[in-house]
């Protein structure tokens, strides 16, 4: 129920939604038919609200009242010519999933930590069941990185929402992810699924993992995020006299030295171009996710079982250099880590590979 009470020389109705006081103030010489009114009518949605018959709201375009469903579409639909298809199917995806657990219609405001714990334990759960139904081994961390990449999807919709004024920025949940065993290490491919890898692969996707395979890139330093963003390597990075090719990443820029096979590769490409290269030009045109997709696509048809699309090739790199005699400070340096601790976890690798390669050759 909404109370009527008069205050100085208006009215104002307060009243209660989903646990909070709402208050609604009438300016000076509103008549009294109209407080009425407006209070029968409040009285009257608030039943309809709670009978979960229909949404309430004086205004139901106003913030406070848009439900994870609508967010999700105005977020998509805003996103849809700045990033991948694929980009808008994960997160459409992840909020679908997000969705089924804690309901289309829960408005954005209401939206607390205990509905992502809820959601959290649901996959888990759910994740369970699909691993057992097919037999398979069950592996906990995995089916929680899983899930924390579905977070991230969620997590990227709330915040495109706010960027874009969809939602005020309050609004914003906090997301805690699950935690998971972070010494597991690195993966990596030796030289024949290397060679197998890139057969499937053709273009400037081709390129693209020749450069990540030489130069130990991440997919953000040589590739942009979406179409009309600045970032990612750019002709004019490449410095042919010196050598070398400007990367930059994390707020850090590094130099890698250019190995003749790659340098070959990258003057054949800029031949092609021709008159027409613009140095403010990106080398490799395709987005993020797009690269992603093909190097994922390519693995599978190479009959790769090895985790990971991109950032494999990045540990390829590094394991290779040590592997080689570079040392650990090199590959800090070669990799653009801001801490040798990182970089360690790949003398774990090289020292499981001299111990493979010890035993092959004294068999």
């Known amino acids: 129920m909404a109370h009527l009470r008069k205050v100085g020389s208006g009215y104002q109705l307060q009243y209660y939604l989903n646990g909070r006081k709402r208050v609604k103030q009438f300016s000076k010489g509103t008549p009294l038919a109209v407080v009425t009114a407006e209070k029968k009518r409040i009285e009257s949605e608030i039943a309809l609200?709670?009978?979960?018959?229909?949404?309430?709201g004086e205004n139901p375009q106003a913030a406070e009242f848009v439900t994870l469903a609508d967010m999700t579409e105005q977020v998509l639909a805003a996103k849809r010519h700045e990033v991948a298809p694929e980009t808008i199917a994960r997160?459409?995806?992840?909020?679908?999933?997000?969705?089924?657990?804690?309901?289309?219609?829960?408005?954005?405001?209401?939206?607390?930590?205990?509905?992502?714990?809820?959601?959290?334990?649901?996959?888990?759960?759910?994740?369970?069941?699909?691993?057992?139904?097919?037999?398979?081994?069950?592996?906990?961390?995995?089916?929680?990185?899983?899930?924390?990449?579905?977070?991230?999807?969620?997590r990227t919709v709330f915040f495109t929402a706010a960027k874009k004024g969809i939602i005020p920025s309050h609004f914003l949940p906090r997301i805690e992810r699950l935690k998971v065993?972070?010494?597991?290490?690195?993966?990596?491919?030796n030289k024949v699924e290397v060679n197998d890898m890139a057969a499937h692969l053709s273009g400037e996707a081709l390129l693209a993992f020749w450069i990540i395979r030489y130069t130990g890139a991440r997919r953000s330093e040589i590739a942009r995020k979406f179409l009309g963003d600045a970032r990612g390597?750019?002709?004019?990075?490449?410095?042919?006299?010196?050598?070398?090719?400007?990367?930059?990443?994390?707020?850090?820029?590094?130099?890698?030295?250019?190995h003749p096979k790659l340098r070959q590769l990258l003057g054949e490409k800029k031949?092609?171009?021709?008159?027409?290269l613009n140095p403010e030009a990106h080398v490799i045109s395709l987005v993020r996710d797009t690269l992603s997709d093909c190097f994922a696509k390519a693995r599978v048809k190479a009959g790769?079982?090895?985790?990971?699309?991109?950032?494999?090739?990045?540990?390829?790199?590094?394991?290779?250099?040590?592997?080689?005699?570079?040392?650990?400070?090199?590959?800090?340096?070669?990799?653009?880590?801001?801490?040798?601790?990182?970089?360690?976890?790949?003398?774990?690798?090289?020292?499981?590979?001299?111990?493979?390669?010890v035993l092959r050759a004294f068999d």
């Open 49 to 56: 609200h709670k009978a979960g018959l229909k949404r309430f």
């Open 91 to 154: 997160n459409r995806y992840a909020m679908q999933l997000f969705m089924q657990v804690v309901g289309t219609h829960l408005l954005v405001s209401e939206v607390k930590p205990t509905h992502f714990d809820r959601f959290k334990n649901a996959r888990f759960e759910a994740v369970v069941r699909f691993y057992g139904e097919r037999g398979w081994p069950l592996n906990e961390d995995k089916i929680k990185r899983g899930i924390n990449k579905e977070l991230e999807n969620i």
């Open 181 to 189: 065993d972070r010494k597991r290490l690195p993966t990596f491919l």
């Open 233 to 258: 390597l750019k002709w004019q990075h490449i410095d042919w006299t010196r050598n070398t090719i400007r990367l930059y990443a994390k707020k850090k820029e590094r130099l890698v030295p250019m």
């Open 271 to 276: 031949e092609t171009l021709g008159g027409e």
């Open 304 to 357: 790769i079982t090895k985790p990971g699309a991109v950032h494999i090739l990045r540990h390829t790199a590094a394991t290779d250099l040590l592997s080689s005699g570079g040392n650990i400070r090199e590959a800090q340096e070669f990799l653009g880590h801001s801490s040798i601790a990182v970089t360690e976890i790949y003398t774990h690798v090289v020292k499981d590979r001299l111990e493979s390669a």
